[in-house]
């Protein structure tokens, strides 16, 4: 339902760098996370009649706040007993009193008439909660193994800071472990990712770009409002593979090229390259569109095959990009620099 998916995305955003806490209270209202998770079907009907659903939960506890193993099957069953009394049309919540359970609930140690917000400060008072969600941030922002270390000095950052996600960011950021050059090239592009940035280093903005990468964003695995299941996609390695890399390269020439009606053939060849140093040197011109176009460098072997493939034929001291013909070897050049492995990365 298009509408609630809409909400809910306007929600993540809201709270992107602000306070997590304050998300986690607010997705408990959240109309597309009722029907996803069966929230609406939660309800205390009267002392010897309950229809409890777990399905939100044991997702609240296992994906969203705590981490798997941090929480007994008891704990799940006396969380949706707090969670009781909303339902939804898809656009706006209402919590019904009358549905909800009001009797007395133990979760973590903490026993009485626990309500949904009452919920949320337990949850966050636990210290695993601090430490998953940046183990989270971490794997997103660095790398795929944390350095369990550096989580740990973001947790209690995320703690001092009242579980706001704007200080912790910034202590990763200004960090010289997040400058690490190992981690250059260690997170692999979403499809998303891959496919926005494609256009954007271009500076190439079609009319109808977003169709053109929507459709796309399917067959590469990551369809947007649409992930696999409640926990999203596995992402990582799984984005590249044999059926999906093909399409990444085809996706890059197609950008590059036009397809059919679908999109126009990038016209700007020119004016692209004019934004480097010296695009007439051959060598620095490879040099620095493989320095911008790619995370980590490629061997010297692949920039020499750049090289040539640029000057097709012509002297180092007979290049000039206004040429005949410059144009499409500049763009044969762009192709396949972002046909490297280096570029999905």
């Not at 979760?107 to 210290?127: A, M, P, Y």
Request: charged fraction near 25%; glycine fraction near 4%.
């Amino acid at each position: 339902f298009t509408p609630s998916m809409y909400l809910q995305n306007q929600l993540f955003r809201k709270y992107a760098t602000g306070n997590f806490k304050d998300l986690v209270k607010s997705i408990n209202y959240d109309p597309a996370m009722l029907e996803w998770l069966d929230n609406d079907q939660n309800y205390y009907v009267s002392e010897n009649n309950f229809t409890i659903n777990e399905n939100y939960a044991r997702e609240l506890l296992e994906l969203f706040t705590m981490g798997e193993g941090n929480y007994s099957q008891f704990d799940i069953e006396e969380v949706a007993r707090a969670l009781t009394g909303f339902y939804t049309d898809g656009m706006h919540t209402v919590y019904s009193p009358t549905r909800h359970d009001h009797g007395d609930k133990t979760i973590f140690g903490t026993t009485g008439d626990i309500g949904v917000d009452d919920l949320i400060d337990l949850i966050f008072e636990q210290e695993e909660t601090a430490t998953y969600i940046c183990r989270k941030l971490y794997k997103w922002f660095v790398y795929e193994i944390p350095d369990e270390e550096i989580v740990q000095q973001m947790a209690s950052e995320f703690v001092n800071n009242n579980f706001e996600i704007e200080p912790v960011l910034r202590l990763l950021f200004s960090s010289e472990h997040f400058y690490d050059e190992n981690f250059r090239g260690a997170k692999y592009k979403n499809p998303i990712y891959f496919s926005l940035s494609t256009f954007r280093q271009l500076y190439y903005e079609p009319e109808n770009r977003n169709e053109f990468m929507l459709w796309y964003n399917w067959v590469l695995g990551q369809a947007m409002f649409h992930p696999p299941d409640v926990s999203g996609w596995d992402g990582y390695r799984s984005w590249v593979n044999t059926f999906t890399l093909p399409y990444r390269k085809l996706y890059s020439n197609q950008v590059v090229d036009g397809h059919q009606n679908q999109i126009p053939e990038w016209g700007d060849v020119i004016e692209f390259v004019e934004r480097f140093t010296n695009p007439n040197d051959p060598e620095l011109l490879v040099t620095e569109m493989t320095e911008y176009l790619l995370a980590i460098q490629p061997s010297e072997q692949t920039i020499d095959l750049l090289v040539e493939e640029l000057l097709d034929g012509t002297e180092v001291y007979n290049w000039y990009i206004y040429m005949p013909g410059a144009d499409m070897r500049i763009k044969t050049v762009i192709k396949h620099i972002m046909r490297l492995e280096e570029f999905q990365v």
